[in-house]
Structures are given as structure tokens and as C-alpha cells.
């Protein structure tokens, strides 16, 4: 699409104006934000259109618009299935820095859920799927089914991007900073990384990676 409007504007209702027509979603539906911070940032993501507008440049758009058509109750779910699966309970057996960085970056966030959500995890050595306690996956599951679709949106592609819903919920209740988690979704790989040496094209795919992380993270803050 060619860039037609001179003025961008939000109005009362969290909506974003182009020239006082109201910006739609892919689905035409209206693209209504819930807190003004996001609206003013979707706004300027408008603003900075160039000729055309390019999706890539606009990942919070991007991102308001899923939550409108896309998130709803089977996006919660699939979130909920990482509660059985996640990163954080398959640990290194060796070698020891190894299996000490994990605990380092992986265990304060673990202790973190068991206390905010009075659950208990089984941690194995390995990589084969172990089923978590029923209650434990019930009371993640619960964690995410309270969020609205614009928190859910955001939460989702970062559980996507880091492989923890532990993680994502400690990130969206202020328990761990976006660094940090980030650090701690990429323990495996930048120990690969520091035994053999950076790949260039990985290097290049995680950088994207953390730019929708980013944004992720910062739709997330703008949204509550």
C-alpha cells in the first residue's frame, strides 16, 4: 500500500487515524489499541511510513493487529502446553560450566514460579520429555487464560522466541528484565557458540530474533 495520508492522529477510543480515516486491521476491523502509550507508538510506526508501507517496519502494528483477529482462548491454550514442555526443566548432564550456567540463569526463574504459583517442577538431565505435575500445568495454564488477547499476544512471541513460559510470565510480572531473559533462553547456544565459534548467518537469524523480541517486549509494557 502507497502512503495517501499527511496526518496521523489517535482519537479517544485508542484508535489510529490516517487524515481522520480510521486505521483497519488485514481483517477490516478496527484497530483499537487498550492504553494510550500503545496507541501513540502504533501512531508513530504510521507516521514513519515512507513511500509504502512495509510490515516489517511496524512490528507493534503488527502485533496489535494479531491480537485483534488472531489471540483468543486456542492461542492460550497452545501457550499453556509449554507449562509441560518448557526450556528451563531439561538440563546438561556435562560438561559442569555448562551445567552450572543453566542452573545460574534457569533456577531463579523456577524458584520464582514455584513460589508466585505454588507449583513444583520435575528438572531432568537430558532432553527427553518428562510430563510436569498436572496441578503445576493447571496453575501455568491459569497464568495465561487471565490475560487479555493484547497481553497474550505479546506473551506469546516470546515464549516463542525463548522456548520458557515460565520465563515469558516472570517477564510479564516484572520478576526477570528483558536482558536477562534473553541471556537465559540462549545459554545452550552461546556456550556452542564460545566452544566452536560464532556462525555468521545464526548470528544474522538471531539478531532478527531479538528484534521481534524487542518489540515483543516492549508491546507487552506499553499494552498493561
Do not use: C
Amino acid at each position: 500500500m502507497k502512503r495517501f495520508w499527511k496526518e496521523v492522529t489517535v482519537d479517544g477510543d485508542g484508535g489510529v487515524r490516517l487524515d481522520e480515516r480510521p486505521v483497519r486491521t488485514p481483517g477490516r476491523l478496527p484497530l483499537i489499541l487498550p492504553t494510550r502509550a500503545l496507541a501513540d507508538a502504533v501512531a508513530k510506526e504510521w507516521r514513519g511510513v515512507g513511500e509504502t508501507v512495509d510490515p516489517r517496519a511496524m512490528p507493534l502494528t503488527g502485533l496489535a493487529n494479531a491480537a485483534i483477529e488472531r489471540v483468543g482462548a486456542a492461542t492460550a491454550a497452545d501457550l499453556a502446553r509449554y507449562g509441560d514442555s518448557d526450556l528451563l526443566y531439561y538440563r546438561a548432564d556435562a560438561p559442569e560450566p555448562l551445567v552450572a550456567r543453566q542452573g545460574a540463569a534457569w533456577d531463579p526463574l523456577l524458584d520464582w514460579a514455584r513460589t508466585r504459583y505454588d507449583v513444583h517442577f520435575d528438572v531432568v538431565a537430558g532432553v527427553m520429555h518428562r510430563a510436569q505435575p498436572a496441578a503445576t500445568v493447571a496453575r501455568l495454564a491459569d497464568a495465561v487464560a487471565a490475560r487479555d488477547r493484547f497481553a497474550l499476544a505479546a506473551l506469546s512471541q516470546v515464549v516463542t522466541l525463548t522456548g520458557t513460559l515460565v520465563g515469558a510470565l516472570a517477564l510479564a510480572e516484572g520478576a526477570v528484565d528483558a536482558d536477562a531473559l534473553w541471556r537465559a533462553a540462549h545459554v545452550d547456544e552461546d556456550w556452542q557458540a564460545e566452544l566452536w565459534g560464532a556462525d555468521e548467518s545464526a548470528a544474522a537469524v538471531r539478531a532478527n530474533r531479538r528484534r521481534d523480541y524487542d518489540a515483543a517486549v516492549r508491546f507487552m509494557e506499553l499494552a498493561r
